[in-house]
């Protein structure tokens, strides 16, 4: 699989239907995620939390590119903020997040992952920031 098709594939059959189970068919076991999450099992946690905060959380894929052994994917996702978020209640409302990874492939596999995301703009619209 190229690096390309592995991030496709991460999100589209592994993390929107939720099969977490397969994650280390992506994931190597040496991953770094953005947040220095470690190996298939740190990147689940981190998608856990936002599964549990958005339940109807599912990954719009809008840009998909490479270079050599790095891939970039802009993606948005829109959802109810139905489940505890960083120890903020559920609100009901919804909220609406785009972000952009970048991930580097070795062996077939993802090794290390970057993201920038709007997280204020987030807690802004689930009303638990305000300015």
Request: proline share 5%; net charge negative; with cysteine.
């Amino acid at each position: 699989m190229t690096p390309s098709e592995l991030v496709k594939c991460l999100y589209e059959d592994c993390l929107n239907p939720r099969l977490l189970e397969r994650l280390p068919e992506y994931l190597s076991e040496g991953f770094v995620g953005a947040g220095g999450e470690q190996g298939p099992q740190g990147f689940r946690q981190t998608v856990e939390r936002m599964i549990t905060a958005f339940p109807g959380l599912r990954f719009e894929l809008e840009d998909l590119f490479a270079a050599g052994d790095r891939v970039c994917v802009r993606w948005r996702f829109e959802a109810a903020h139905l489940g505890p978020l960083s120890g903020i209640a559920p609100t009901g409302k919804t909220a609406v997040q785009q972000g952009i990874a970048i991930y580097q492939a070795q062996d077939g596999k993802l090794t290390r992952a970057w993201l920038q995301v709007d997280r204020l703009g987030v807690l802004q619209q689930i009303g638990a920031v305000t300015l």
